[in-house]
């Protein structure tokens, strides 16, 4: 990884190698922003506040190798990103403002993908994850992550008959408790469509009825224009002398026929003057059809006027025209359809709602005999892993119990309360001692013991799930002596089939690293590149002797870290 601008760090670059690395240095000297660094490579929340001082953005750029075909790959091309020879190249950038930007692979992408890839890359772990571990729905997941499928088959088919038990539980709320609303709603559907179907509508009427009614409202006016225009095109046989437009255009065409012979354009002119001939007596003779027709009579006209009426008062309630009230009709008779079967569908959810609690109870069941098979595994496998962190007399248990809700489902021959993930509370207990009461390892549990547990917990858990990289943040606090030791062997142990990087203030679990990496301010209070260095030889045993007695040339703390280093390469 490159860091830049990242809290203390101004520009460094953290080289982590196979096996297991540690992380040392000072207090304060930003051991954990490798950490965070880490973090938002994968996904993590930005926050402005983790840009250093003075810098307009802080910028973690990290390189991956990602086995071909591995899920991380194959999630990570869908969404674009090049593999580079085998590995992922991931940025994250996060501006003074906060603003925050994700790339893979050279593309763009969402920080919500590099969380999802982060699930099957590393495993992120530090004091938050243990005060994560002392709440009972952590410690479920963490027993359903341990079990897999024996688990994860019975979940996943009792979550989908919860969800549709609940789909079909408030569907029921709703048709019984809104039972006076719809019962209201359907009085008015009923009334409206009664309404519509009395005055029996028909598509376009209104529009037809208005074009009437303005016809037969100027019937005389319509009817004196027609004869004037008649009388103009045709003339009036009541006064021989009157001059009409089609005589004169006959007189011009018979006038052209006499030369056209003469000179063809005027064979042309004559032609068209034919044509208008035609076209007018074509529109008297409409004209006067025109007038013989066109109804005058005011009792039609009244009937218009009243069916108008009785059009408008359908379009002031259920549309703006008639194919808009025919529209809400043909909904509201579906409506009303659904309306009046709701006591029938009442009747069918009813029945379903008692078929699913049945089905859901012999679900829980079958998931809570899975949860405790799994159980008695899981803690038997955390229980040797403690005999090796020196809690050799530790026995840890896992309690899987239910609570009564006569509402519930049966399990077990007793009603009890059940959720999206089962009817099981699980909590984890401890016995760290021969004789002591198993105790919720929030309560029985020393600071020491409950890292020991945590770390055991994952231990466990990379053999039933594994991850390519654990990242584990002074989860040996409160451990010490002998029990650091033992920390630290089985963290090497670990190392052997993943990448382990481990920030720690210990040297007993230091002294087992593969590598060990320093990191240190300069004086200026900043983290350079040359901040992050690879401990080897000499320099190794003195900060190791640093980290003993706070002396790094105290000849005692050197001697007692050189045994140190020779006890773990003696055990590797």
Do not use: C
Request: glycine fraction near 10%; aromatic fraction near 2%; hydrophobic fraction near 45%.
């Amino acid at each position: 990884m490159r860091i830049r601008s990242l809290g203390v760090i101004d520009d460094a670059v953290v080289e982590l190698s196979p096996g297991f690395t540690a992380v040392t240095g000072e207090t304060g000297a930003g051991k954990t922003m490798v950490v965070t660094s880490l973090g938002l490579l994968l996904g993590g929340r930005a926050d402005a506040a983790l840009v250093r001082l003075g810098a307009k953005s802080a910028v973690v750029e990290g390189r991956i190798t990602v086995p071909a075909g591995a899920p991380a790959a194959v999630r990570a091309e869908e969404a674009g990103a090049e593999l580079d020879d085998g590995a992922l190249l991931v940025s994250r950038t996060v501006s003074a403002e906060g603003r925050s930007r994700a790339f893979l692979g050279g593309r763009s992408v969402p920080v919500g993908l590099l969380a999802e890839l982060a699930d099957d890359l590393v495993a992120v772990h530090g004091q938050t994850d243990q005060q994560g571990l002392l709440r009972p729905a952590r410690q479920r997941q963490a027993l359903d992550r341990y079990a897999g499928d024996a688990v994860a088959g019975p979940h996943a088919k009792y979550a989908a008959a919860y969800r549709r038990l609940r789909d079909v539980v408030v569907e029921l709320d709703e048709l019984t408790t809104r039972a006076r609303e719809r019962a209201q709603e359907a009085d008015l559907l009923r009334f409206g469509l009664d309404e519509v179907a009395g005055v029996e509508p028909l598509p376009g009427e209104d529009t037809e009825l208005a074009a009437e009614a303005e016809r037969l409202g100027h019937a005389e006016a319509l009817a004196s224009a027609a004869a004037l225009a008649h009388g103009a095109l045709a003339g009036n046989p009541e006064d021989p002398e009157s001059v009409d437009a089609t005589t004169m255009v006959a007189g011009a065409g018979r006038a052209l026929d006499a030369v056209r012979s003469h000179d063809p354009a005027l064979g042309v002119l004559a032609e068209r003057i034919g044509e208008i001939g035609i076209l007018l007596t074509d529109v008297a003779t409409e004209l006067a059809g025109y007038a013989d027709n066109l109804d005058a009579d005011p009792l039609r006209l009244a009937a218009v006027e009243d069916r108008r009426a009785a059009l408008t008062q359908l379009t002031r309630k259920y549309g703006t025209d008639i194919t808009a009230v025919l529209a809400w009709a043909e909904d509201g008779a579906v409506r009303l359809t659904e309306l009046e079967g709701d006591d029938d569908r009442i009747g069918e959810l009813t029945t379903e709602r008692d078929a699913l609690r049945a089905e859901l109870s012999g679900l829980a069941q079958a998931l809570t005999d899975a949860r405790t098979e799994a159980a008695e595994r899981f803690a038997a496998a955390v229980t040797a892993e403690l005999a090796s962190l020196a809690m050799p007399h530790a026995r840890v248990s896992i309690d899987i119990r239910q609570a009564d809700d006569p509402e519930g489902v049966e399990v077990g021959g007793r009603l009890v309360a059940y959720g999206p993930t089962g009817a099981d509370e699980v909590e984890l207990l401890l016995a760290p001692h021969p004789g002591a009461h198993p105790r919720p390892i929030a309560k029985g549990a020393s600071g020491g013991e409950l890292s020991r547990v945590m770390l055991a917990v994952e231990v466990v858990f990379a053999g039933s799930d594994p991850v390519p990289t654990y990242l584990f943040d002074e989860v040996d606090a409160g451990v010490g002596g002998k029990a650091a030791v033992e920390v630290g062997r089985r963290l090497a142990r670990l190392a052997k089939s993943a990448q382990v990087v481990v920030v720690t203030h210990l040297p007993q679990v230091a002294a087992f690293a593969d590598r060990q990496l320093l990191v240190e301010k300069t004086n200026d209070g900043s983290v350079t590149r040359s901040g992050v260095t690879v401990l080897e030889g000499e320099d190794r045993v003195r900060e190791l002797s640093r980290m003993l007695a706070g002396q790094e040339d105290s000849e005692t703390a050197r001697a007692h870290a050189e045994e140190l280093l020779a006890t773990a390469r003696a055990d590797g």
